[in-house]
């Protein structure tokens, strides 16, 4: 990233983390993917139940991977399940979910849509801990911005990742379509941590994901 942009792009991850942490939430900034993943081994305990919400940034940084082949914890693998509604079910019970957002606003909102309501719901209730990992690319200034970008970038994107037959994969942007395969049935602005720091954001100061 260039030096002037991350400059500038530093001062708004620094106003996000302030604005975070008034609602509760927990956030650190890092440098990079390399960085967020030594954090995210130092936070996941051995003997931890771990899950994840689907998630693009999670595979590109190698969360993914580490989970696979860490023989530390036990890891509710929703993409290897025969069933995955099931590892969805017990991933309420799990001291650790990883997840990423569909947006960060810059006066500290997670906002997100859903098709399951699996991620969300265990964003807002149930395991004990949320990591939600994201790239500078997902903040925004405020939550029209992320539903703008949610409509435009993340969710049309997603849907061509998922080989989903939504309008949004022809038009490049929300049709606000009815179809049984969108990925937009549930749409959620988490604005506190209910609970303080149960929801911890690394944000990365570099892009990830959709
Ligand atoms: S509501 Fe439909 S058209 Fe809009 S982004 Fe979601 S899946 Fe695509």
Same mark, same amino acid.
């Given at each position: 990233?260039? +030096?002037?942009?991350?400059?500038?792009?530093?001062?708004?991850?620094?106003?996000?983390?302030?604005?975070?942490?008034?609602?509760? $939430?927990?956030?650190?900034?890092?440098?990079?993917?390399?960085?967020?993943?030594?954090?995210?081994? @130092?936070?996941?305990?051995? +003997?931890?139940?771990? @899950?994840?919400?689907?998630?693009?940034?999670? $595979?590109?940084?190698?969360?993914?991977?580490?989970?696979? +082949?860490?023989?530390?914890?036990?890891?509710?693998?929703?993409?290897?399940?025969?069933?995955?509604?099931?590892? $969805?079910?017990?991933?309420?019970?799990?001291?650790?979910?990883?997840?990423?957002? +569909?947006?960060?606003?810059?006066?500290?909102?997670?906002?997100?849509?859903?098709?399951?309501?699996?991620?969300?719901?265990?964003?807002?209730?149930?395991?004990?801990?949320?990591?939600?990992?994201?790239?500078?690319?997902?903040?925004?200034?405020?939550? #029209?911005?992320?539903?703008?970008?949610?409509?435009?970038?993340? #969710?049309?994107?997603?849907?061509?990742?998922?080989?989903?037959?939504?309008?949004?994969?022809?038009?490049?942007?929300?049709?606000?379509?009815?179809? #049984?395969?969108?990925?937009?049935?549930?749409?959620?602005?988490?604005?506190?941590?209910?609970?303080?720091?149960?929801?911890?954001?690394?944000?990365?100061?570099?892009?990830?994901?959709?």
């Amino acid at each position: 990233m260039d +030096n002037n942009m991350k400059s500038i792009l530093k001062i708004h991850a620094e106003q996000t983390k302030k604005n975070l942490e008034d609602r509760q $939430f927990e956030c650190t900034i890092v440098e990079d993917e390399k960085e967020a993943l030594e954090l995210i081994k @130092s936070m996941v305990k051995v +003997n931890d139940v771990v @899950s994840v919400g689907g998630s693009q940034t999670l $595979f590109e940084t190698g969360v993914i991977e580490w989970l696979e +082949n860490n023989q530390d914890i036990t890891y509710l693998d929703r993409y290897h399940a025969e069933d995955p509604h099931q590892v $969805f079910h017990s991933a309420f019970n799990a001291d650790v979910y990883l997840t990423s957002t +569909n947006a960060l606003t810059m006066d500290g909102k997670l906002v997100n849509v859903d098709g399951n309501g699996n991620r969300v719901a265990a964003m807002i209730y149930g395991p004990k801990k949320v990591i939600v990992l994201t790239g500078i690319n997902k903040l925004v200034k405020d939550e #029209a911005a992320a539903v703008e970008r949610i409509k435009t970038i993340a #969710a049309p994107i997603n849907c061509v990742r998922l080989n989903k037959q939504t309008p949004c994969t022809k038009t490049g942007h929300c049709m606000d379509c009815l179809s #049984a395969s969108r990925i937009c049935a549930s749409s959620v602005t988490q604005t506190r941590s209910q609970t303080k720091g149960r929801i911890h954001v690394i944000l990365m100061m570099q892009e990830a994901g959709y």
